[in-house]
């Protein structure tokens, strides 16, 4: 049984999230609280599994309990926030905190069942997470020290490098990306995000990082220097038109419960670049991106799984560890550097 705290300043959303939550034989709410301040005594006294946490709270705001939190007390934390650009930024900021997952609050145009089983599934999927173990904002910036140069000799120049995660993605993400040079070749990310979010999420990165990284939009070329990131509520695939690649923003349905859909890109990558592709998965719940990484690597393409140990999740890259998808397991830290000795020339490359 997994115990569930809701921290909401609003009665009504409390009693929606915990009517809707009762109805699942795996979940009890075990209690409810106005502010960070009634939370942090529940916590003590009911010692639930998981909470939910809205941001926008009277007393303490949701970021600074969240970070209060994972410093002395870590727990797994679903953040249940509204739907809008302002929002979306604290979101992502909760995540590079710790929560493990960020859900929509149901408000005017979402009602409680609209979200329900996401919610569900996001207090499962937490309720699993290793929190703990994940290491703090100041020395996830420290790992994160983007590299000096434009070191990479490439032996070609249509190379693309597709990466996919989940929960505990957004630092995994971070963490790969501040670390690549000016002229990586162009990458392509899928991380399970809700619309808004992914672009607040590309522009924190860009800030960060020294490639540029933005939001996909479709038709946009996949070159050098560039990492793009899937909207949140679209699919994100690779097209070749002659010498060139472009990214393709497509709609349709989702594909493990995920738009967009690690395995899309994945799939698109395997037929159209073939050995000239490198496929990374990163942490993530459920089985996104095994299937498709196992089919760049019988194209040719070299692929890399994360290690369990440096995963919040071992989900997805364990079902491509499974199923032989993966050229080398990698702890989170090694990856980057993994990718640019490849590139130089410096690894052999594996089949």
């Given at each position: 049984?997994?115990?569930?705290?809701?921290?909401?300043?609003?009665?009504?959303?409390?009693?929606?999230?915990?009517?809707?939550?009762?109805?699942?034989?795996?979940?009890?709410?075990?209690?409810?609280?106005?502010?960070?301040?009634?939370?942090?005594?529940?916590?003590?006294?009911?010692?639930?599994?998981?909470?939910?946490?809205?941001?926008?709270?009277?007393?303490?705001?949701?970021?600074?309990?969240?970070?209060?939190?994972?410093?002395?007390?870590?727990?797994?934390?679903?953040?249940?926030?509204?739907?809008?650009?302002?929002?979306?930024?604290?979101?992502?900021?909760?995540?590079?905190?710790?929560?493990?997952?960020?859900?929509?609050?149901?408000?005017?145009?979402?009602?409680?069942?609209?979200?329900?089983?996401?919610?569900?599934?996001?207090?499962?999927?937490?309720?699993?997470?290793?929190?703990?173990?994940?290491?703090?904002?100041?020395?996830?910036?420290?790992?994160?020290?983007?590299?000096?140069g434009y070191k990479i000799q490439l032996k070609t120049t249509h190379k693309v490098i597709a990466v996919g995660a989940s929960t505990g993605g957004?630092?995994?993400?971070?963490?790969?990306?501040?670390?690549?040079?000016?002229?990586?070749?162009?990458?392509?990310?899928?991380?399970?995000?809700?619309?808004?979010?992914?672009?607040?999420?590309?522009?924190?990165?860009?800030?960060?990082?020294?490639?540029?990284?933005?939001?996909?939009?479709?038709?946009?070329?996949?070159?050098?220097?560039?990492?793009?990131?899937?909207?949140?509520?679209?699919?994100?695939?690779?097209?070749?038109?002659?010498?060139?690649?472009?990214?393709?923003?497509?709609?349709?349905?989702?594909?493990?419960?995920?738009?967009?859909?690690?395995?899309?890109?994945?799939?698109?990558?395997?037929?159209?670049?073939?050995?000239?592709?490198?496929?990374?998965?990163?942490?993530?719940?459920?089985?996104?991106?095994?299937?498709?990484?196992?089919?760049?690597?019988?194209?040719?393409?070299?692929?890399?799984?994360?290690?369990?140990?440096?995963?919040?999740?071992?989900?997805?890259?364990?079902?491509?560890?499974?199923?032989?998808?993966?050229?080398?397991?990698?702890?989170?830290?090694?990856?980057?550097?993994?990718?640019?000795?490849?590139?130089?020339?410096?690894?052999?490359?594996?089949?």
């Amino acid at each position: 049984m997994i115990k569930v705290l809701v921290v909401d300043d609003s009665a009504l959303v409390r009693k929606l999230l915990t009517e809707e939550l009762s109805r699942y034989a795996d979940i009890t709410v075990v209690g409810g609280a106005i502010d960070p301040y009634v939370a942090r005594d529940k916590i003590v006294r009911l010692k639930p599994d998981v909470i939910t946490l809205d941001l926008e709270m009277p007393r303490m705001d949701g970021l600074s309990f969240l970070s209060k939190l994972m410093k002395f007390y870590p727990l797994p934390v679903v953040v249940v926030s509204s739907l809008t650009p302002h929002n979306s930024k604290n979101a992502i900021r909760a995540l590079e905190l710790g929560a493990v997952e960020v859900i929509c609050k149901p408000g005017s145009s979402l009602s409680a069942p609209d979200i329900s089983q996401s919610l569900v599934e996001a207090i499962r999927t937490a309720s699993r997470a290793k929190v703990a173990k994940m290491a703090s904002v100041e020395q996830m910036d420290k790992e994160s020290t983007p590299v000096s140069g434009y070191k990479i000799q490439l032996k070609t120049t249509h190379k693309v490098i597709a990466v996919g995660a989940s929960t505990g993605g957004t630092i995994a993400i971070e963490n790969l990306l501040t670390k690549m040079p000016l002229n990586i070749p162009g990458m392509l990310v899928v991380q399970h995000m809700p619309e808004y979010f992914t672009a607040s999420f590309a522009n924190r990165l860009n800030n960060i990082c020294k490639i540029e990284v933005r939001e996909a939009k479709d038709g946009d070329a996949v070159v050098p220097g560039l990492a793009l990131i899937a909207p949140g509520g679209k699919h994100m695939l690779l097209e070749r038109s002659g010498a060139f690649y472009n990214a393709r923003i497509k709609g349709g349905p989702m594909v493990h419960h995920q738009k967009p859909s690690v395995d899309v890109l994945f799939h698109s990558v395997a037929k159209q670049a073939g050995a000239n592709a490198m496929g990374v998965l990163l942490t993530g719940m459920g089985a996104d991106g095994a299937e498709g990484l196992l089919a760049m690597r019988q194209n040719k393409a070299y692929t890399i799984a994360q290690d369990e140990a440096s995963s919040v999740v071992f989900g997805m890259p364990g079902e491509a560890v499974k199923l032989g998808a993966a050229c080398d397991v990698l702890p989170l830290n090694d990856i980057s550097d993994h990718i640019i000795k490849r590139l130089s020339g410096e690894e052999t490359k594996r089949e």
